[in-house]
């Protein structure tokens, strides 16, 4: 009976795998796959925000490796998503390469097909009338890519809602566009045939961050890249030399002097919102790709589209230093970025529309002051820690003072060279939190340099050593003498019990100083 029953519950689990195959299959295959994950959404019109998946993607990045951070924007339906795959397989292909062996004509001859299709997983894809991406999405695994000056980077990339479609508002539009451009250090903006007047007005929108920090604050631009990235230009007859040096001089024919002012302040605006403003040309991909069957098969394209693609990548990959995500100078570490977006974020939540740009500046200004005082701590344990530490000898008092002091000095200059947003009065105050956390850092290092000092649990234990020799001393006089003298006899029970009472109190002491180990600290 009982081997029927067993026969019974094997085929009854073969019949539920049997029937949840497919489940079971689709699980497997997302179990720790490379794909897309949702960072921002929108529920009700109202922002919607995944900090675990940007926080299960920082904790695969190693500690003090910078971070750049790639984001498409652009209108609906425009290609973003499929030029972001291409950027992505580019990237994947070749990381952890070194950017001289990297031969990008060669890397695209030999690539198949474009993922983020049917094909392969990617960021979502195809053809026809409907937007696909939906809020801004972030891939999930860093791409660890070599840097000139920099070593090695994570890459992070995001794409981004089309903008100005039938189902996004004004107000989504901000939202997507500010968020992005406030994150990201390269920021590619495609535009579809040419770069017009509504692309700048849109974008000088948000120039106004941009132009605040710069007035009153820097000579730098609040924001990094500005990356046009025209599709389907129709001109490349005209391209007669260089592309980038037509590019250069398209770019000044754009942002040159206008005739009218509100033109000419839309340009002002985005020329000091960016610290760089590049472009770059693509022609149309053929009539294969835009079919609704198209599945990513580099062969269906035009040959011209993928020879400009290698060069675009070329150019922003391997000829340039690839932007590491700042904040005025200041590097940013993978752990800084959760914060940052929620600071961004709750901006947005709690105002009508877009933000004042007084607002986003105190947040940045808030943002950089908080990285600046974690490096300036950081740098100081790092330091004291070479100078003592569990293993470390006893130094001298006054030469360990002088020694933490200077440390503390550059800790405090260091946080003078990336505070560098703010007024006086937000600098000092932030500068008072930074003392505050040194200070607590100088009290433990001082109690650890204190606990090697040279017979200092002699010093603890000096006086009731010296009353057990002396009560035992004591004990043995007035011993001989107790059978003599009645006082005798008295001192010589009193010096016992002081003998025994002492050692007993040693015991206790050493007992407490073991199991409370804060005792331990007593000088």
């Known amino acids: 009976m009982a081997s029927n029953s067993k026969d019974k519950d094997i085929n009854l689990i073969e019949k539920l795998i049997s029937n949840n195959q497919s489940t079971i299959i689709k699980n497997l295959k997302n179990y720790d796959i490379e794909k897309p994950v949702k960072l921002i959404d929108f529920e009700n019109n109202e922002i919607k925000y995944y900090p675990n998946n940007l926080n299960n993607i920082i904790n695969l990045i190693p500690n003090e490796i910078p971070v750049s951070i790639i984001s498409i924007i652009g209108a609906f339906r425009t290609g973003k998503s499929f030029i972001l795959n291409v950027i992505l397989k580019f990237l994947v292909d070749n990381s952890n390469k070194d950017l001289d062996t990297i031969n990008v004509n060669d890397w695209i001859k030999h690539v198949n097909f474009i993922p983020g299709n049917n094909y392969d997983e990617g960021f979502k894809w195809c053809n026809g009338s409907d937007s696909q991406t939906m809020g801004i999405w972030i891939w999930n695994k860093p791409?660890?890519?070599?840097?000139?000056?920099?070593?090695?980077?994570?890459?992070?990339?995001?794409?981004?809602?089309g903008l100005f479609d039938l189902n996004t508002n004004q107000k989504k539009t901000i939202m997507l566009f500010g968020i992005s451009s406030l994150i990201s250090s390269h920021i590619i903006f495609n535009v579809d045939k040419r770069i017009q007047e509504d692309n700048l007005q849109h974008l000088a929108l948000f120039s106004a961050y941009g132009q605040l920090v710069n007035d009153k604050y820097s000579s730098n631009a609040g924001l990094q890249t500005l990356d046009f990235l025209i599709r389907d230009w129709q001109n490349f007859d005209e391209i007669q030399t260089n592309i980038n040096n037509y590019s250069y001089s398209y770019l000044n024919k754009i942002f040159s002097v206008k005739q009218y002012d509100d033109m000419n302040i839309t340009r002002n605006q985005i020329k000091n919102c960016f610290n760089k403003i590049d472009c770059f040309f693509l022609p149309h991909p053929g009539l294969n790709a835009i079919s609704s069957k198209y599945n990513g098969c580099v062969n269906e394209l035009n040959q011209k589209f993928t020879h400009f693609v290698s060069k675009y990548l070329e150019k922003t990959?391997?000829?340039?230093?690839?932007?590491?995500?700042?904040?005025?100078?200041?590097?940013?570490?993978?752990?800084?970025?959760?914060?940052?977006?929620?600071?961004?974020?709750?901006?947005?939540k709690n105002q009508e529309g877009f933000p004042e740009a007084q607002t986003i500046l105190e947040s940045t200004i808030k943002i950089q002051h908080n990285i600046a005082i974690e490096k300036s701590v950081n740098i100081f344990v790092k330091n004291a820690d070479k100078l003592c530490n569990v293993n470390s000898s006893y130094i001298e008092d006054k030469k360990f003072e002088n020694l933490i002091t200077k440390n503390k000095v550059i800790a405090s200059n260091l946080f003078d060279k990336l505070a560098t947003l703010g007024s006086l009065e937000v600098k000092q105050n932030s500068k008072i939190k930074l003392i505050e956390k040194l200070n607590d850092s100088i009290q433990r290092y001082t109690s650890l340099n204190k606990s090697h000092k040279p017979f200092k649990l002699l010093t603890v234990y000096m006086i009731p050593i010296v009353a057990i020799i002396l009560s035992y001393i004591f004990e043995k006089i007035f011993f001989l003498c107790s059978g003599s003298f009645v006082i005798c006899k008295e001192l010589y029970f009193m010096s016992s019990f002081t003998y025994y009472l002492t050692i007993m109190c040693i015991v206790f002491y050493m007992l407490v100083n073991f199991f409370v180990p804060n005792l331990q600290n007593v000088d």
Not at 145 to 153: D, L, V
Not at 333 to 338: M, P, R, V
């Open 143 to 161: 791409i660890i890519f070599k840097h000139p000056s920099k070593g090695e980077i994570a890459i992070l990339l995001l794409d981004t809602q």
């Open 317 to 348: 990959f391997i000829n340039n230093e690839l932007e590491i995500k700042q904040i005025e100078n200041t590097d940013i570490s993978a752990k800084d970025l959760s914060d940052i977006l929620d600071s961004y974020i709750s901006i947005f």
